[in-house]
Nanobody
Framework: VQLQASGGGLMQAGRPLRLSCAVSGPPFRRYSLGWFRQAPGKEREFVTA????????YYVGSVKGRFTISRDNDKKMVYLQMNSLKPEDTAVYYC???????????????????WGQGTLVTVSS
């Protein structure tokens, strides 16, 4: 299984940005998917996750109401729509996947088995 994140860039605060992550290898529909980020000098932190059901999502408090995770099972893609970007959102963003039957969404890094390479998001004030 390989994950390829894309869509990062330099953005002004307040603008939107959408990250994409292509997931190769079956069985995509059985994966829970997540986004993490790592700011310079900080540990990697959980941002959001989506379960096998698109109605099951969870967000860290700092992005709730601004970020939206979604998935397209036909295209094997997971997206992160980021609105109202803030300078503190600056980080390398990673997508991650794990095949699971659990109904509780995975929210820690060690819960995930597969990782993308990361895409840099820089938000200027």
């Amino acid at each position: 299984v390989q994950l390829q994140a894309s869509g990062g860039g330099l953005m002004q605060a307040g603008r939107p940005l959408r990250l994409s992550c292509a997931v190769s290898g079956p069985p995509f529909r059985r994966y829970s998917l997540g986004w993490f980020r790592q700011a310079p000098g900080k540990e990697r932190e959980f941002v959001t996750a989506i379960g096998r059901s698109t109605s099951s999502t969870y967000y860290v408090g700092s992005v709730k109401g601004r970020f939206t995770i979604s998935r397209d099972n036909d295209k094997k893609m997971v997206y992160l729509q980021m609105n109202s970007l803030k300078p503190e959102d600056t980080a390398v963003y990673y997508c991650a996947a794990v095949e699971t039957i659990m109904t509780v969404l995975p929210t820690t890094a060690h819960d995930y088995k597969y990782w993308g390479q990361g895409t840099l998001v820089t938000v200027s004030s």
